[in-house]
């Protein structure tokens, strides 16, 4: 793929990716026209690698980390982008570059690392980092929907671990609507097959249809296959067993701080 061929396919993303980083479009935007300018007057300051796309972003992450000052106030007009600005802020530069890299631009972990020119190690303390922070900022209520003792306990571990109060672990579908309609968390975490052959799918169904601002859902499954079959919305948030720790909770932190509007213990969305 051509340089121009690669900007013209990628450009969105990166407009996506710089206001996401400065918290408003216009900045955002003059820091995409950097790479462009630059790349226009000399081609080869694109880093030499065979990934355009990583390419592209690891030009405009380097611009972004050499020139960026924070502003004063927050620009953004919306209130939620002034939320997810002010949130974002408050993480230290590369741990927000690391978390809008896997989090929102979909990168795998070794690209991101190359995109910021540290080894995967470092990548996954930067990635640490930005997943204790932003728990920190939005620390929630946690419904558990598992069946199986020794991943529920996991699970419910790390969920603590982040900060946040798990209100019931549950191993059925019945089980789960009498927690959830006992206390409405800010986040559900479910398991597909359930303890008396229940459906933890048919469970995140009913707690949609019982709750005014039903809360986001992170599936964690053995059976992805059962949920990404295009014949209904697929979920936003899909964990695969055997999972890594370090999946889970940057899942957790990325469903809270992208769906969670409200914030805190008493935010259901």
Do not use: C
Request: hydrophobic share 45%.
């Amino acid at each position: 793929m051509s340089i121009s061929a690669a900007i013209k396919t990628y450009l969105p993303f990166m407009r996506r990716y710089a206001r996401a980083l400065t918290g408003s479009q216009e900045s955002g935007d003059t820091y995409v026209s950097a790479v462009i300018e630059t790349l226009i007057a000399d081609p080869k300051a694109l880093p030499d690698l065979d990934d355009k796309r990583v390419a592209l972003y690891r030009m405009l992450s380097s611009i972004w980390s050499t020139a960026y000052v924070e502003p004063e106030g927050l620009i953004a007009s919306e209130t939620w982008e002034k939320t997810a600005s002010l949130r974002l802020a408050s993480l230290p530069p590369a741990a927000r570059q690391a978390f809008l890299l896997i989090s929102v631009e979909g990168f795998s972990a070794a690209e991101a690392a190359t995109i910021l020119e540290v080894d995967e190690g470092q990548l996954e303390a930067l990635i640490e980092t930005a997943t204790g922070d932003i728990a920190a900022q939005v620390s929630t209520s946690v419904l558990i929907i598992e069946d199986e003792p020794m991943i529920a306990m996991e699970i419910e571990q790390l969920v603590e671990g982040l900060g946040h109060r798990v209100t019931a672990v549950t191993r059925t579908h019945a089980e789960a609507i009498e927690a959830f309609r006992a206390e409405e968390p800010g986040l559900v975490l479910a398991d597909i097959q359930l303890a008396d052959g229940s459906s933890g799918i048919d469970a995140v169904k009913e707690i949609f249809s019982v709750s005014e601002r039903p809360p986001p859902v992170i599936f964690i499954t053995a059976y992805p296959e059962r949920l990404l079959t295009g014949e209904r919305p697929e979920p936003t948030f899909l964990v695969t067993k055997p999972f890594s720790p370090e999946m889970v909770k940057a899942l957790v932190s990325q469903a809270l701080f992208f769906e969670n509007k409200g914030g805190g213990d008493a935010a259901t969305g």
